[in-house]
């Protein structure tokens, strides 16, 4: 299974084991966290929901594409579901190539394309119990329109 | 045909699922009109929502089938 | 220490724990190991050595030109120097930032830059028994000639 | 003045450094010159080979000092 989703913390070291291969000489690993910068407000956690089906499934076609555009890259997702406390990751994404122009390249446009297209949601939770919706500020649409 | 809410439309509309009849040969843009019509609060859909059927992003002229699995999305936020 | 060079195998939890940081939301942890690939004839392992020191100094000149390029950010360096057998990491780069654009950009543009300047030389060792010096295919010089 | 070598350089040449007197105002390039004259087996050394002074990348025009310690590195691998 290339593409996971699930609750609890990610295992990164088996994302980044599993795209090990020994003519590969270059992996990147992309993790992203829940964080608490000044202008999020006191961010306590994010409640992540998602389309848990299609994510498998729009992520699987997400590494197939990166497979298509980087031959013999080897490219694991895992996006986190539930409750992440802050600081804590939940998306981590691994690429592994033989030289490390594509590894950085595929590893980007694997995560780029997964906030893209991914079908997920967030909930930010602060410290005063208050919680709102909230979106990618970077979200393009997930398919051009015509 | 079933129709599926996530998130804030979820949240807004009450339920996660409604089933509604749609006539042959109706686009997305016609699902979203029915379902503003026939389901309480489905107004918050806005009139270009984001859809997939059968777990595959589409546009709003996509022609939906009998036994699709329509899923309304609100603006993505993963990562 | 944020540069830091030795023996034995790579600690990569260590390496990306480091950069963790509560206002930072991604981070971007690049592994560069010794591969055999086809094209590089039976390696079985390289023999790394290294001007430790000048590692050490010009580790963190590279660093911290990358701190002023990227501010905020977090990075750490690691070359691994003795015997690595092929399939275990030699070197990793990890870079942590606000946004993930920065995290990949510093990480990368930092791992070219060790590439480029840091004093490591690496011997070959063959299934054989035999070795030899090898070079960067992609090395450019690590000051501009006038 | 320390004049260290590394990698093959050091193999071809037999040893990892050697102290040589170097007059006042020379430069890289004229370090280079006296250790091809002085040292055994130091004509390994390019013409302009990559030198660091003081644990810095410098220019074959830069001008040493007493007590500088000076590197010569072969082509550089790491990574």
Redesign the interface.
């Known amino acids: 299974m290339r593409v996971t989703i699930g609750e609890g913390p990610v295992d990164l070291s088996a994302i980044l084991d599993a795209v090990a291969d020994g003519a590969h000489g270059a992996a990147v690993l992309f993790v ?1 966290s829940v964080r608490r910068a000044p202008e999020d407000g006191p961010v306590a956690a994010i409640e ?4 848990e ?3 498998r ?2 992520g699987q076609r997400i590494l197939d594409e990166a497979v298509e555009r980087w031959p013999g890259l080897i490219v694991r997702l895992h ?1 986190r579901v539930g409750v992440v406390p802050r600081g804590q990751p ?2 981590a994404v691994a690429a592994s190539t033989g030289h490390r122009p594509d590894a950085f390249d595929a590893a980007r446009w694997v ?1 780029d394309e ?9 909930r930010e939770q602060f410290d005063d119990g208050s919680a709102r ?4 500020a970077d ?1 393009a ?3 051009d ?2 | 045909m079933v129709c ?1 809410f ?3 439309y979820a949240e807004a509309i009450g339920r996660e699922a409604v089933t509604v009849r749609i006539p042959d040969g109706a686009s997305v843009r016609d699902v979203v009109a029915r379902l503003r019509e026939a389901v309480e609060d489905a107004s918050c859909l806005p009139d ?1 929502p ?1 859809v ?1 059927v059968n ?5 709003p ?1 996509h022609v939906v089938q009998a036994g699709d699995e329509v ?1 309304f ?7």
């Open positions: 992203g992540y929901t998602a389309y089906a299609m994510v499934e729009e996006h939940s998306i995560v997964a906030k893209r297209r991914l079908p997920v949601w967030k919706w909230r979106e990618n979200g649409p997930p398919l329109t015509v | 599926r996530f998130g804030r270009r984001l997939a777990r595959m992003h589409v546009l002229k899923a999305l609100p603006p993505l936020a993963g990562g």
